[in-house]
């Protein structure tokens, strides 16, 4: 009913900067900006964790370790970015994106990034 389609991620040195943004498509005149919607990671071998999310009314949560550094934002009515600073190599993951929407969780195919020298 929801579709989510990531894009942004690749290949970054140490240090470097990426944006990933998530474009929402759905049933027609759905206003996606009155849904939570977030970027989650998933590293080789781990759980998938949040990274950022945007509620409805534009109030943000992020992941204590990552704030600072991560910025998500609403870019237009279906759009959400993650801009990524000062990436480390262990920010390399699969993102996901993420929206709540009329009660059940949706998700993307994930976009992976990768930081490495």
């Known amino acids: 009913q929801v579709q989510l389609v990531e894009s942004g991620g690749g290949l970054v040195q140490p240090g470097g900067s990426l944006r990933l943004s998530c474009a929402a498509s759905g049933p027609s005149g759905t206003i996606f900006s009155l849904y939570s919607m977030g970027w989650y990671r998933q590293a080789p071998g781990k759980q998938r964790d949040l990274v950022a999310r945007i509620y409805s009314g534009g109030s943000t949560t992020y992941a204590d370790s990552l704030k600072g550094r991560f910025t998500i934002s609403r870019d237009n009515a279906k759009t959400v970015s993650l801009q990524m600073n000062s990436l480390k190599p262990e920010d390399t993951a699969v993102y996901y994106c993420?929206?709540?929407?009329?009660?059940?969780?949706?998700w993307g195919q994930g976009t992976q990034v990768t930081v490495s020298s």
């Open positions: 993420t929206i709540m929407y009329r009660g059940l969780d949706y």
